[in-house]
């Protein structure tokens, strides 16, 4: 590889670290930013429910407000009051608090998962969260969150092999109420809501196409890295025929979805979801999502949904929840590409992740063996698959540093001043030679993908989440084995141990590759930057990424220590010098030496002849 191509793979590595971290803005406008954008959210949203027009409520802002004074007296007045005894229901997964006021699920624990710091996993819970029908009713604006709903029991345990119910009614007069009718079976983490109308065609505002449904909801941190766990976290959906889209990762946002019917909407978490799924189809809705400067928030959430209106006696709108994690398998199972809201990267990356790397690690998982061994394993098998392009690469170099005396002496002859002459006399040099210049540097470029693949697998995968291995405490977060009590540029307040054996790794395996390339000067040092650059920003990754990089390392030093054991600089040199005595005829001549030829001649003959241009 020679200088201009490793300073133009260089460049390009540089280019993609600066477009994923290098380029973010600084905490101080980050924080501006997001106290701005909440401010502006929070003026949409409480924009009073009463300004809009009493018949037509799909023109309702995000999160509408309604004050409950405006409802004293009137459509369901008898739902005014009632008991703040929340109805349980619960199974061997989750258990679901249902609140009277609103017929709303209240609260959603995770039996079988805890937070970081070792608290009662709930998804969400609180004042700040709401479940609702906003409609038009005898000139008022309803809005069923505020109201009182009769249960049909309450509490439920499901055991494991069976399912029930519970109706949450509310009641407007006789033989005219909407009922809430929630299901659950003995295991798994879905809960299915039927909302049932009785008598309601006349209720209903006529002018009235559809009713809107508000969910709302603040999701707290649940992991150790907020910061993270908000670069993780949005609102999904599913619209018509499209691809499953989302809100930004990283700014508030309020987006209307007119494009088609949706099928379902996610407030995502980095390894939890909250999923609403209709059967039916939604009509139309907006989603919002925003960014909180509160402590322990990792983002507030808001969706209006459209439900169309059926001027029946009896209507019924089936849907299904899903509150668990957000681990590829259990949601493939819920069907309609829900999976797809885990970031396994961009094409080809996802493909190598979702049906290479993925079933790999499901298969060596199935050995019960700790997440350390089995990415240490993982890892093996990966180097051993990529061992022949290993092998080409530092053969190829080993050729390069070979005829690295020669070309120094072409250089000398020729000089620096016209570069375009001397890359033609190395083309010559390594046509006679037999070499291909790039042959170091396409299985170098082949591997990218497969590293670049594990930059996304690793960080969003569920299973290492909370497992342990020497230090590491969780191999989904980083590892904060030096804690400064400050921040730092790039660093954070902390220092992640494995990255540091990463970094020293790399800067190892630089070593060692700069004396196999035989690089120098420019070339040599700017290999020692990288690992530098990428210590900053994988200092706050998951530890499990970096262990995977340091064993990546470490395993590449030792397969080229190895190769380099068989293989004799002596008849490397003994070859390039036999492929110099063949006839120019006998020369299989590469399509990039072919080219290169042409470019360079090109060249040659644009520029205006000087006496400098070559020494005597």
Same mark, same amino acid.
């Given at each position: ?77 008898? #739902? ?154 949005? #609102? ?80 019924? *709108? ?134 670049? #693949? ?7 995968? *569920? ?17 904060? *084995? ?109 399509g990039f030496q072919q080219r290169m030829e042409d470019y360079m001649r090109q060249q040659q003959q ?11």
């Open positions: 590889m020679d200088r201009n191509t490793f300073t133009g793979l260089f460049l390009i590595l540089i280019i993609l670290v600066g477009s994923t971290y290098l380029m973010q803005p600084s905490d101080e406008d980050i924080k501006r930013e997001k106290a701005k954008q909440t401010q502006d959210s929070l003026a949409r949203i409480k924009k009073p429910v009463e300004a809009l027009p009493a018949q037509d409520t799909s023109k309702t802002a995000v999160i509408p407000a309604i004050d409950s004074t405006l409802i004293k007296a009137g459509p369901f007045g008898s #739902a005014q009051s009632g008991s703040s005894e929340p109805v349980v229901i619960e199974n061997e997964s989750i258990k679901v608090k249902i609140s009277r006021r609103g017929g709303r699920i209240a609260s959603v624990e995770l039996k079988n998962f805890k937070t970081y710091s070792k608290e009662p996993l709930v998804m969400f819970e609180g004042e700040g969260n709401k479940f609702g029908l906003i409609f038009g009713a005898a000139g008022q604006n309803i809005n069923t969150n505020e109201l009182y709903f009769t249960p049909s029991a309450n509490s439920l345990s499901v055991s494991k092999a069976d399912s029930s119910s519970v109706t949450m009614r509310l009641t407007h007069s006789e033989g005219k109420y909407i009922d809430y009718i929630y299901s659950l079976k003995g295991e798994g983490y879905n809960v299915g809501l039927t909302i049932a109308t009785k008598g309601m065609q006349d209720v209903i505002a006529p002018t009235q196409k559809s009713i809107t449904l508000n969910w709302e909801t603040v999701l707290k941190q649940k992991e150790k890295d907020l910061p993270g766990e908000q670069r993780y976290s949005s #609102a999904y959906f599913k619209q018509g025929d499209e691809s499953i889209d989302h809100l930004s990762l990283t700014e508030s946002e309020n987006k209307e979805l007119n494009e088609g019917k949706i099928k379902w909407f996610s407030f995502k978490q980095h390894f939890f979801s909250n999923v609403l799924i209709a059967k039916n189809s939604f009509d139309k809705g907006e989603l919002a999502v925003t960014t909180s400067p509160d402590a322990g928030v990792v983002k507030s959430f808001a969706a209006n949904m459209q439900i169309p209106v059926q001027r029946q006696d009896q209507t019924a *709108f089936p849907m299904d929840f899903y509150f668990g994690p957000n681990q590829l398998n259990i949601l493939e199972k819920q069907g309609f590409e829900i999976e797809k809201q885990i970031d396994l990267g961009y094409p080809p990356l996802k493909y190598i992740n979702r049906w290479v790397v993925l079933p790999v690690f499901n298969f060596l998982e199935g050995f019960g063996w700790g997440y350390g061994l089995i990415i240490l394993v993982l890892t093996v098998l990966l180097k051993m698959v990529l061992l022949p392009l290993t092998y080409k690469s530092y053969l190829s170099m080993a050729k390069m540093r070979i005829l690295k005396p020669e070309m120094d002496e072409i250089k000398g002859k020729v000089g620096e001043d016209n570069p375009t002459l001397l890359q033609q006399e190395y083309l010559k040099l390594y046509k006679k030679a037999g070499v291909n210049p790039l042959g170091g540097c396409l299985p170098m470029l082949l591997q990218l993908p497969i590293i670049m #693949a594990f930059f996304f697998f690793f960080p969003n995968l *569920f299973e290492l989440r909370g497992r342990s291995f020497l230090w590491m405490d969780d191999l989904s977060t980083f590892d904060a *084995f030096f804690q400064l009590g400050f921040n730092l540029p790039f660093l954070g307040n902390h220092i992640s141990l494995m990255c540091i054996l990463m970094t020293i790794s790399t800067l190892i395996y630089t070593y060692f590759n700069n004396q196999v390339s035989g690089a120098t000067g420019q070339m040599k040092y700017i290999g020692y930057i990288t690992p530098i650059i990428f210590f900053g920003v994988l200092n706050s990754y998951p530890s499990g990424l970096n262990y995977y990089y340091f064993l990546a390392n470490m395993m590449t030093f030792a397969q080229q220590y190895i190769i380099r054991m068989f293989v004799n600089d002596d008849k490397i040199h003994a070859q390039i010098q036999e492929n110099k005595k063949k006839p120019e005829s006998a020369k299989k001549k590469s644009t520029q205006i002849p000087k006496g400098s241009g070559k020494k005597k």
